[in-house]
């Protein structure tokens, strides 16, 4: 972007008027307008007070290194990523994502990027303190604004989910009711085009990550329907729909830790102490990895990253600090075989050896 694009794009993020920010800068309206068309620029001495204005600095504004590049990008996630994973890492990591904002401010890749890393760092630890969440919730505000369709959509969908858990309802759906509708067929378009050209495996690599992208979906409705039996108690309709989840992650070579987790469920909200630790078993396997989807019969064509399950160092974690912690696992802490298999599982809880 050129200097009139950057003034541009910084207003809009920040919600304000050509002539809020000429008032503030005691220039004329036309004169904002000029600046971001590039039919003149500031003066020198209005550069400093308009970069404060605009919450960002100099080389941003004059458009130097604005984003990173992807491999840097790349590079920021998995070093911070790094630094979450540690023991004791979260503050570190936070530092990290801090000084990597302060060379690119202006970019909303970078903070949807940090603010989802983090974010899934305080899951893991339990959910962090309040000024943790408030930061990573001004990253997702920030890139929400974006031009960038993609980084504000993604951003504005994550939004949605953390309001609805905040209860904060009302909010959510008119976030909600302004994102787009998916062009669902674009894909199909896409891949009847590769294939009439001869670029057959290029289509069925398309294809197949649909074919993956949508049972993961499916997963997720299941997933959702299977909440909603738990939470009625309707338990015969929950055991058909955790059936069917499991099923469908088998067909489409989808991490088996997610249907084990929907057992889990069940089986804590009946208290049905060994179905729970059944489920418990399973996915302190599955949290071990690898899960490599490249490997299913389905997906020949398809290249998944090879960082792709990431996340999944994480869960031992995060199924350690649960199980020790969650007041719905107490009824098997409380009888000693089982507290002493789930150490085994697990790990022993903190300030434990």
Same mark, same amino acid.
């Given at each position: ?66 984003? *990173? ?26 530092? /990290? ?39 990573v919730e001004e990253m997702y505000r920030f890139a929400a604004k ?18 609805? %858990?905040?209860?904060?309802?009302? /909010? ?7 994102? *787009? ?6 894909? %199909? ?19 197949? /990550? ?20 738990? /939470? ?60 490599? *989807? ?6 020949? %064509? ?25 007041? %719905? ?6 009888d000693a075989r089982r507290a002493q298999r789930l150490r085994e ?9």
């Amino acid at each position: 972007m050129n200097l009139g694009e950057t003034i541009l794009s910084r207003r809009r993020a920040l919600a304000l008027t050509q002539e809020q920010v000429a008032e503030r800068l005691g220039v004329t309206p036309q004169a904002v307008y000029k600046w971001e068309k590039g039919l003149a620029c500031p003066d020198v001495q209005l550069l400093s007070p308009l970069a404060r204005l605009l919450q960002t600095d100099l080389n941003t504004l004059f458009a130097y290194d604005t984003e *990173p590049d992807n491999v840097e990008l790349s590079a920021l996630i998995e070093r911070v990523s790094r630094l979450a994973l540690q023991k004791d890492g979260l503050q570190a990591a936070f530092n /990290e994502a801090r000084a990597a904002l302060r060379k690119y401010p202006a970019s909303a890749q970078l903070r949807l990027s940090m603010a989802i890393v983090l974010e899934g760092a305080l899951v893991a630890q339990g959910g962090g303190d309040e000024e943790a969440q408030r930061e990573v919730e001004e990253m997702y505000r920030f890139a929400a604004k974006s031009e960038d369709a993609r980084v504000r959509d993604a951003a504005r969908g994550i939004r949605v989910r953390r309001l609805i %858990h905040k209860g904060k309802l009302d /909010e959510a759906e008119a976030l909600l009711d302004a994102l *787009p509708d998916p062009p669902s067929q674009k894909w %199909h378009y896409r891949a009847q085009l590769l294939k009439a050209r001869g670029e057959m495996d290029a289509a069925a690599a398309l294809v197949e /990550e649909r074919v993956f992208g949508e049972s993961s979906g499916l997963c997720t409705a299941l997933a959702m329907l299977m909440d909603m039996a738990v /939470e009625q108690e309707d338990f015969a309709w929950a055991d058909a729909l955790a059936q069917v989840l499991e099923q469908t992650a088998q067909t489409f070579g989808l991490w088996r830790g997610s249907a084990a987790s929907a057992q889990l469920e069940i089986a804590v909200k009946r208290r049905d102490a060994d179905k729970a630790m059944a489920a418990l078993e399973t996915l302190a396997e599955a949290v071990q990895g690898p899960w490599t *989807p490249g490997k299913h019969p389905l997906y020949r %064509h398809a290249r998944f990253k090879e960082n792709g399950s990431e996340w999944l160092k994480k869960m031992p974690e995060a199924l350690r600090t649960s199980v020790w912690s969650d007041e %719905h696992y107490a009824f098997l802490r409380e009888d000693a075989r089982r507290a002493q298999r789930l150490r085994e599982l697990f790990g022993a809880p903190d300030g434990q050896a």
